[in-house]
Nanobody, 126 residues
Framework: QVQLVESGGGLVQPGGSLRLTCASS????????IGWFRQAPGKEREGVAC?????????YYEDSAKVRFTISRDNAENTVYLQMNSLKPEDTAVYYC??????????????????WGQGTQVTVSA
């Protein structure tokens, strides 16, 4: 059974940093596309940063996340991270990691991801 468990969320001041962690069991993350998504109150879920398999190093970043966020994968630990720097109040949301087992998928399109974690709250506020 696949489980994705996020951690690392919390309250941080604007300009601060957080590192989110997604630990996987049941799947080797290096074989699948993995990504971070977020959903703010009243807004649709959006892809923030996504990776293809370990054989393809290409990554996708949502425009506001470029430069500030970095997604990385530790295959030995079966873990994916999202380093978030220079956080802004508009980054406040529940952050989810998700995995796609689909053969054909669009990178960071949430409908193409079929396993999801429970989410971790990130709040950026003074």
């Amino acid at each position: 059974q696949v489980q994705l468990v996020e951690s690392g969320g919390g309250l941080v001041q604007p300009g601060g940093s957080l590192r989110l962690t997604c630990a996987s069991s049941g799947f080797s993350l290096n074989h699948y596309a993995i990504g971070w998504f977020r959903q703010a109150p009243g807004k649709e879920r959006e892809g923030v940063a996504c990776l293809r398999t370990s054989h393809d190093s290409s990554a996708y970043y949502e425009d506001s996340a470029k430069v500030r966020f970095t997604i990385s994968r530790d295959n030995a630990e079966n873990t994916v991270y999202l380093q978030m720097n220079s956080l802004k109040p508009e980054d406040t949301a529940v952050y989810y990691c998700a995995l796609s087992t689909m053969i054909q998928f669009k990178l960071c399109a949430s409908d193409d991801y079929d396993y999801w974690g429970q989410g971790t709250q990130v709040t950026v506020s003074a």
